[in-house]
């Protein structure tokens, strides 16, 4: 009896445990069979057959019970079925139209300029006397300038008919961009120097000084100026063919050391009756000598030097006659009188 008891305990134990530990309940049925055979052993030793089974009912009640109460009331769990994620449709994004930004006109680099200081300026297919002249500007006109040779002693500038040519840095003023100058990519190369006729003559210039005027000169049209130069000019003809007149010089280059100025007008003394004095013909072997004068020449300036040209022969000869050396007679004629300014004539090319 103790055995049965002790069983039934056992049992109904067991299936609170497994319901408080939230394994798996076990089958009634089960139990009842386990009680039942473990009744039906008991009951061969056991007198009372019917105290036996009514203990074993109350045990499996108690166990039911317990074990309901233990163990939640099953619900109907609603179905859960997942609501397909509704697949957005890809708003293509907006295309951001570029705005045009705005294009920034360049603004043109001035191109440097020259403005010619001479009273005429030739202009050369290359930089240096020994090239063909192309044309010739005059005092004041405008030049744009390209480029310059290696030691910026002559100008590229750039010619109306779309043509280039080259000027002497010296004779023209560059304005500020002057000074953004390159040197050209192409510099002509001087052409061969021509053969130059052998020298005849001997030709020199002496006694050169200077004279206070302040007034005019000639009559078509009458020119004013400040001072003149004076210089006599002598040829020793060492040829075979006699030198015939005029001979003269052929210009004057002036200078107020800084710019040159070309002045191919020549001044003679003339008789105011008979008017000019008649030139002697140089023979082969002969010698003769004649004055000539430069006129005008402004307060600041004076001859640099004078050039004569002769059948294909040059002669060049510098004088030394800067204010600061006061060489020669050159000499300050005081304040300018009052005059009327009269521009000296263009001279030739």
């Known amino acids: 009896m103790k055995k049965l008891l ?61 074990q309901a109460k233990l163990t939640p009331e099953a619900t ?15 708003t293509p994004a907006p295309t951001d139209t570029p705005t045009p930004q705005p294009t920034d006109t360049p603004t043109p680099v001035p191109q440097p300029q020259a403005v010619v200081t001479s009273k005429s300026l030739n202009v050369r297919a290359g930089p240096g006397t020994s090239h063909p002249i192309v044309t010739t500007v005059k005092q004041g006109d405008a030049l744009s300038v390209l480029a310059t040779n290696e030691d910026s002693s002559w100008l590229q500038i750039q010619l109306p008919d779309e043509k280039t040519g080259w000027v002497s840095a010296k004779l023209v003023d560059l304005n500020d961009h002057g000074q953004e100058i390159n040197v050209a990519k192409d510099i002509p190369t001087p052409p ?72 191919d007008l020549i001044w003679q003394w003339v008789d105011r009756r008979t008017g000019f004095y008649d030139q002697p013909t140089i023979h082969p072997g002969e010698s003769a000598g004649w004055t000539f004068l430069c006129f005008p020449i402004e307060r600041n300036q004076w001859v640099k030097a004078v050039e004569f040209d002769y059948k294909g022969q040059h002669y060049h000869q510098t004088f030394d006659l800067g204010p600061y050396n006061n060489n020669y007679n050159y000499q300050d004629c005081g304040n300018p009188a009052p005059h009327t300014v009269r521009p000296t004539p263009t001279p030739s090319p």
């Open 192 to 263: 061969p120097a021509p053969k130059s006729a052998p020298r005849t003559l001997q030709v020199s210039f002496q006694n050169p000084h200077y004279e206070c005027q302040q007034r005019e000169w000639g009559s078509n049209p009458p020119i004013w100026g400040y001072r003149s130069f004076q210089v006599d000019m002598y040829i020793k003809n060492n040829g075979t063919e006699p030198v015939e007149p005029p001979w003269q010089p052929t210009r004057w280059i002036i200078t107020d050391g800084k710019n040159d100025y070309v002045n």
């Open 76 to 90: 109907d769990t609603p179905t859960f079925t997942p609501t397909p994620e509704a697949t957005a449709t890809p």
């Open 6 to 66: 002790l069983v039934l305990i056992l049992l109904w134990g067991i299936g609170i445990l497994a319901a408080c530990g939230g394994q798996t309940t076990p089958d009634p049925t089960q139990v009842a069979e386990a009680v039942q055979a473990t009744l039906t052993v008991e009951a061969a030793q056991t007198p009372d057959p019917t105290l036996i089974a009514k203990i074993a009912e109350e045990a499996v009640q108690a166990t039911l019970t317990a």
